[in-house]
């Protein structure tokens, strides 16, 4: 078969709700990667935060992080990164706005800084990980450089409200788009910047035709990659906007959707175990 691209999202969609990898999905990975097909990362979350699971499946592809503001190759320095910043006055202006809708968390990533109005142990483990320099306080003060992302972190209820909001005053700059499971964040990067795009340029570095690409994806920050590439899959637990562009429904990321679906469709004919 020829070789494919495999494009896999972390929460929600790879990881479980124990945030780890499932060893049946895993098992089918490696498979999948020993009959020489490519697997990557596209996420939001920071590399730092991404890289033990890059390793756990022993990876040697680029990885999209930020959403798309931050590509790079761990394992090649030649790969072309990129790496796109808000602007930082336009960074401050819309924390004031958060502000001023009730927001009281946000979070600002600058290289190795990470910003944070105030510590949320549940929030804030995933980006405790590769021991950043982490800043507390109100970032209309500390925040002095112009971030890769801002995390903004809110109620269930609030966040329509928020990413309207975002929508009206600020669409012209910036890209929204909500978490996933279980975190109610909403990640702001600059306008232009998606998961699609990071994938482009990886299928141009590999070669490899966006007609056999394959991703997984469970929420909204996930709709551009799964309308780009060839075989766009929801997670059973998706929202329901990213089920009705995307191609095909899997089992959930608890019920092993991602390594169900490609056991189908590679014919691997892996039964799942009863350890697994």
């Known amino acids: 078969m020829e070789q494919h691209l495999i494009v896999l999202d972390l929460d929600g969609t790879l990881l479980n709700d124990e945030k780890t990898i499932p060893p049946y999905t895993k098992d089918i990975l490696n498979e999948v990667m020993r009959r020489g097909h490519?697997?990557?990362?596209?996420?939001?979350?920071?590399?730092?935060?991404?890289?033990?699971y890059?390793?756990?499946?022993?990876?040697n592809t680029p990885i999209v992080n930020f959403n798309g503001a931050y590509v790079h190759h761990p394992k090649n320095e030649d790969f072309p990164v990129t790496h796109r910043v808000l602007d930082l006055g336009l960074s401050l202006e819309v924390i004031k706005s958060l502000h001023r809708h009730g927001v009281t968390?946000?979070?600002a990533e600058v290289k190795d800084h990470v910003y944070i109005n105030s510590p949320d142990d549940r929030l804030f483990e995933?980006?405790?990980?590769?021991?950043?320099?982490?800043?507390?306080?109100?970032?209309?003060?500390?925040?002095?450089?112009a971030p890769t992302s801002l995390l903004v972190e809110a109620k269930e209820?609030?966040?329509?409200?928020?990413?309207?909001?975002?929508?009206?005053?600020?669409?012209?700059?910036?890209?929204?788009?909500?978490?996933?499971?279980?975190?109610?964040?909403?990640?702001?990067?600059?306008?232009?910047?998606?998961?699609a795009r990071g994938i482009m340029s990886v299928c141009d570095y590999l070669q490899i035709h966006q007609s056999h690409t394959i991703a997984f994806g469970d929420e909204d920050n996930d709709i551009e990659m799964i309308k780009y590439v060839r075989n766009g899959v929801a997670t059973a637990n998706a929202l329901s906007e990213l089920k009705d562009v995307s191609d095909d429904v899997t089992a959930s990321n608890n019920d092993d959707g991602i390594g169900e679906y490609?056991?189908?469709?590679?014919?691997?004919?892996?039964?799942?175990?009863?350890?697994?």
Do not use: C
């Open 157 to 195: 209820e609030s966040i329509s409200d928020i990413k309207d909001m975002l929508s009206h005053f600020y669409t012209e700059h910036i890209e929204h788009r909500r978490w996933g499971a279980p975190f109610p964040v909403i990640e702001i990067v600059a306008k232009g910047i998606n998961k």
């Open 262 to 276: 490609l056991n189908r469709y590679f014919n691997l004919n892996m039964p799942k175990t009863r350890e697994q």
């Open 38 to 52: 490519q697997v990557m990362i596209a996420t939001g979350r920071p590399y730092r935060a991404s890289k033990v």
């Open 126 to 145: 995933g980006f405790s990980m590769g021991e950043p320099e982490i800043i507390t306080g109100d970032l209309r003060e500390n925040l002095k450089e």
């Open 105 to 107: 968390n946000m979070i």
């Open 54 to 59: 890059y390793d756990e499946l022993g990876l």
